[in-house]
C-alpha cells in the first residue's frame, strides 16, 4: 500500500468517528501536489466548542484503536475549541467551530485539489473524474 492510500484509509477513519458524532461539512482532499509535507487534508465542522472538542477526542481515539496505533505529531486549538488541528504527518485533521469555517472557509482553499471518497452517507459525492485514488 502506497503512502497516499494509508493516508486514505487514515482519512476515512477520521471522518467516520466525526459523523458518528453528527460533524457536518465533512470533505477531504488530496493535497500532494500543492503542498509536500502532507498528503491528504480532513475537514469537520461542529456547531459548539464542546462539539469540536467531542469530534477531535472521538477521531484522535479511532485512529488509534481502528489506525494502528495513530497518534498526533501535533494536537493544536484544544483550548479555544474553535479550530482543532490534529497532525498526523502524512495527514491532517482540521476540526472547525462553524463560525470559524464560515470564517476561514478552509474546503474554498483546497477546493483546486481531488476529494477523497470519504465511504461515509453525509460527505459530498465526488464524481469518478475527480475523486483521489481509492486503492481498491
Given at each position: 500500500m502506497s503512502a497516499l492510500e494509508s493516508s486514505i484509509e487514515s482519512v476515512r477513519i477520521?471522518?467516520?468517528?466525526?459523523?458518528?458524532l453528527k460533524a457536518t461539512g465533512l470533505v477531504a482532499y488530496d493535497v500532494t501536489k500543492p503542498v509536500a509535507i502532507t498528503?491528504?487534508?480532513?475537514?469537520a465542522v461542529g456547531s459548539n466548542?464542546?462539539?469540536?472538542?467531542?469530534?477531535?477526542?472521538?477521531?484522535?481515539?479511532?485512529?488509534?484503536?481502528?489506525?494502528?496505533?495513530?497518534?498526533?505529531?501535533s494536537r493544536e486549538g484544544l483550548e479555544e475549541a474553535?479550530?482543532?488541528l490534529l497532525d498526523y504527518g502524512d495527514f491532517v485533521v482540521h476540526v472547525l467551530h462553524r463560525e470559524a469555517q464560515?470564517?476561514?472557509?478552509?474546503?474554498?482553499?483546497?477546493?483546486?485539489c481531488p476529494r477523497i471518497d470519504l465511504h461515509?452517507?453525509?460527505?459530498?459525492?465526488?464524481?469518478?473524474d475527480d475523486s483521489a485514488q481509492d486503492g481498491d
Open positions: 477520521a471522518a467516520a468517528a466525526a459523523d458518528r498528503d491528504a487534508m480532513l475537514i466548542e464542546r462539539q469540536v472538542l467531542a469530534i477531535a477526542e472521538e477521531v484522535e481515539k479511532d485512529l488509534y484503536l481502528k489506525g494502528g496505533h495513530l497518534k498526533p505529531v474553535q479550530w482543532v464560515d470564517f476561514y472557509q478552509l474546503d474554498r482553499l483546497w477546493n483546486d461515509v452517507p453525509q460527505a459530498p459525492e465526488c464524481s469518478d
